[in-house]
């Protein structure tokens, strides 16, 4: 049973259309995030995410918009696409704490190819 | 501003030798150190995870180290295998529950 899962796994658009990856983490977390891995492979923080509730936003356009539905759930949805989102966008999930020390559990990530 | 750097260049070893993975870090104190496994089209897996009262982890062949003076974390795989082939992440936390990934190094091990 996967612990963490996003969906779709591969994207492919056109520039100017709008898109969703969902993300579902059955790990009882409280905390969900996105990652963008460029083709530099840098894996960056986009979002994050606790109890539904927006912690972070790391100067990412606004045509990214997370929505957090439940905190089992994080999707994201990007408005006109352009050739620059092009990446690998993980979900991942983490119990913060000191035990538990945001210890990540990452999706499997979603590959966008804007043309 | 803090600064994560990890060989960036591709690390070639022969199987059984030990890898020795490098992350330093500047302008930064933190108080742990996590480091991950990505293979190719996957997300990271963590491995470990060293706090910074702590010289030393060990899990089967992998032993992390922590140096507070010289801002470093050395990662090492004893007895490599081709199968430890992959890039190995070092991950400080970074602000409000989150950790700020480095680059990255990639490891390839040839039978």
């Known amino acids: 049973d996967t612990a963490v899962s996003q969906t779709p796994k591969y994207l492919v658009t056109q520039m100017g259309n709008d898109k969703s990856i969902k993300c579902e983490q059955n790990l009882g977390h409280d905390t969900m995030y996105w990652y963008k891995q460029d083709s530099k492979k840098f894996l960056k923080i986009m979002f994050s995410?606790?109890?539904?509730?927006?912690?972070i936003n790391e100067t990412v356009p606004n045509r990214f918009s997370p929505k957090s539905p439940d905190k089992a759930h994080l999707n994201l949805h990007i408005n006109s696409l352009e050739l620059g989102d092009s990446a690998v966008y993980f979900c991942?999930?983490?119990?913060?704490?000191?035990?538990?020390?945001?210890?990540?559990?990452f999706g499997a990530g979603t590959r966008l190819s804007v043309l | 501003s803090q600064k994560i750097e990890q060989n960036s260049e591709a690390l070639n070893i022969q199987e059984g030798k030990t890898a020795t993975l490098t992350c330093n870090y500047t302008?930064?104190?933190?108080?742990?150190l996590q480091w991950y496994r990505q293979d190719p089209g996957r997300g990271p897996v963590f491995l470990l995870l060293i706090r910074e009262n702590e010289k030393e982890k060990r899990k089967e062949r992998l032993k992390v180290t922590f140096d507070t003076t010289l801002k470093q974390s050395l990662f090492h795989i004893t007895a490599s295998q081709p199968a430890d082939s992959a890039t190995y992440l070092c991950a400080p936390p970074g602000g409000y529950s989150t950790l700020t990934f480095g680059k990255g190094t990639m490891l390839l091990v040839s039978p």
């Open positions: 302008n930064y104190s933190p108080a742990y």
């Open positions: 995410y606790n109890n539904k509730e927006l912690i």
């Open positions: 991942a999930s983490s119990q913060p704490g000191e035990i538990a020390k945001n210890i990540q559990y």
